[in-house]
């Protein structure tokens, strides 16, 4: 299955990356994370790997995310695996010379 899905962000180029970069943030990326633990390399690197855990329903979720590619501001890519999922996330960030 492949999904696609694109999200418009009002802000200059460099915030946003900022913005993407800061672990702080995940919980307003990623509806519903719960938590995220670094288990090794460097978080946000290629070939480093977390632990992030989800509310789903009334229970919870966990995934193992394995950075594979990190270009910013042009991209970042990651693999994202649970219990019976196989999951492959390409994300391209294409900027507008302006915004209102």
């Known amino acids: 299955m492949e999904f696609t899905q694109e999200l418009t962000v009002n802000v200059p180029r460099p915030r946003f990356i900022e913005l993407f970069d800061d672990l702080e943030n995940l919980?307003?990326?990623q509806e519903g994370l719960i938590s995220f633990e670094a288990l090794t390399g460097t978080p946000g690197q290629p070939g480093s790997t977390s632990r992030l855990v989800?509310?789903?329903g009334r229970g919870t979720m966990e995934?193992?995310?394995t950075v594979t590619r990190r270009?910013?501001?042009e991209a970042f890519d990651g693999v994202y695996d649970a219990?019976?999922?196989h999951n492959v996330c390409?994300?391209?960030f294409l900027f507008?010379?302006?915004f209102r």
Request: aromatic letters at 10%.
């Open 83 to 85: 219990k019976g999922v």
């Open 71 to 73: 270009d910013l501001p």
């Open 27 to 29: 919980k307003v990326w």
């Open 54 to 56: 989800y509310k789903q």
């Open 90 to 92: 390409r994300n391209e």
């Open 63 to 65: 995934m193992v995310e």
């Open 96 to 98: 507008r010379r302006s």
